[in-house]
């Protein structure tokens, strides 16, 4: 009897250890640890980044892949924006500031830096991952992949709504009769007049509206030409600004300018403007300034520029029925100014000027007031306080 007792004691324990080990071989806990190819890697457009946001590139932008160090499902994107400065060499007031490097617009207007948690599949030496967040009240859609070789990113974002929010205004018409309609917005307040001649002055903001509706371009005002090369502006709801324009005043249509050149964030009557730093130098190439006097300019203002690239160009905005004003106020202009007043006290400049002014066959009979003005500019700037208004923007309708 107690032999067969103990036979089926251990026949059971047998039974037992045969199921137990049947059911390790199901148990998740023990499946094969995942483990991701790819170490912490910086992708720049130079080393396999192809980012894109709303389905077109993006560039001078970098991402810093970074393997979680506990799971190797996970990882982290870090978005920020890079800026080279060497592509400023010359416009820099030492050559320290030269080689330096500074903040650059992130991808998502407001965000210098993103950052993404995402959840990777692994195959072979390249993982992929996919996922929607929120951030800031930002929703972000994101797919991508990664080897070492480089890495792919495609972001789609809803920013949050504002009163600008698929909004497109048309810039206001120019009526050089009565003025009552100007697509230049200006204003320039300051104790001190510009004299016009012996015992007769006139505010800055007077001369400069006046200048405004001159044809000084062959037979165009600078405010009808304006309205020739510059149609509409679109603010979408993933924070682009499209515009549509014109290169040529000759060109039959309207061309669109493409995403991702310019960015914004808009809150109750105050916008940040986010700028492509690749597209501001282009800008400055097209000037018909020489390359010596736009280097002169561009020194004087880098230290006040430089760090709107990141934290964006704040403007303001007012709208009234179905008309808008969008500028630059004092906060912005007034620094921008004192940093150029000097500018105006060196013969050299003020004469490089004049120079241009007189081989111009449109202005050219002007040349001999512009001098006189220019000089008394830093008069007018020290003549310009906080408390008082300057500003310079684009009047729109709907």
């Not at 330096?100 to 072979?124: E, R």
Request: glycine share 8%; with cysteine.
């Amino acid at each position: 009897m107690k032999k067969r007792l103990l036979f089926c004691l251990m026949a059971g324990l047998a039974c037992g250890g045969f199921f137990t080990s049947c059911s390790d071989d199901d148990d998740p806990t023990t499946d094969e640890v995942v483990i991701c190819p790819i170490a912490q890697t910086t992708y720049t457009d130079a080393s396999g980044l192809v980012l894109t946001y709303s389905g077109q590139p993006v560039l001078g932008k970098q991402v810093v892949f970074t393997p979680d160090a506990n799971d190797g499902s996970k990882a982290t994107l870090t978005i920020s924006g890079v800026l080279d400065l060497s592509s400023f060499t010359g416009l820099m007031n030492s050559r320290e500031n030269a080689s330096a490097t500074l903040a650059a617009p992130g991808v998502i207007p407001g965000q210098t830096t993103t950052n993404l948690t995402v959840d990777l599949t692994v195959s072979g030496d390249e993982v992929s991952f996919e996922g929607t967040t929120e951030q800031d009240g930002c929703t972000i859609a994101y797919d991508g992949s990664a080897s070492e070789g480089g890495l792919t990113l495609n972001l789609n974002v809803t920013m949050p709504a504002n009163d600008l929010t698929n909004t497109t205004w048309t810039v206001v018409p120019f009526d050089d009769v009565t003025y009552q309609s100007i697509p230049i917005h200006f204003v320039w307040e300051s104790s001190k007049d510009i004299t016009i001649m012996p015992g007769y002055a006139l505010p800055v903001s007077t001369i400069v509206e006046m200048a405004l509706r001159l044809p000084l371009l062959g037979d165009q005002s600078v405010n009808g030409a304006l309205t020739q090369v510059f149609h509409s502006v679109t603010f979408n709801a993933d924070g682009n600004i499209t515009a549509e324009y014109k290169k040529n005043m000759t060109d039959a249509e309207w061309a669109t300018s493409p995403l991702n050149m310019a960015q914004y964030t808009a809150n109750a009557g105050s916008l940040q403007l986010y700028l492509n730093p690749s597209q501001i130098m282009a800008n400055i190439q097209n000037s018909r300034l020489s390359r010596s006097t736009t280097s002169d300019i561009l020194a004087n203002l880098m230290p006040v520029v430089l760090p709107m690239l990141s934290q964006g160009v704040p403007m303001k905005y007012v709208i009234e029925d179905n008309n808008m004003k969008v500028y630059l106020g004092t906060d912005v202009l007034l620094p921008l100014l004192e940093a150029l007043a000097p500018m105006f006290q060196d013969e050299a400049f003020l004469q490089q000027i004049m120079d241009m002014v007189a081989n111009d066959p449109t202005m050219g009979a002007m040349a001999g007031m512009v001098g006189p003005v220019l000089e008394q500019l830093p008069d007018v700037i020290a003549g310009t306080t906080n408390n008082m208004k300057v500003e310079v923007g684009v009047n729109f309708q709907k």
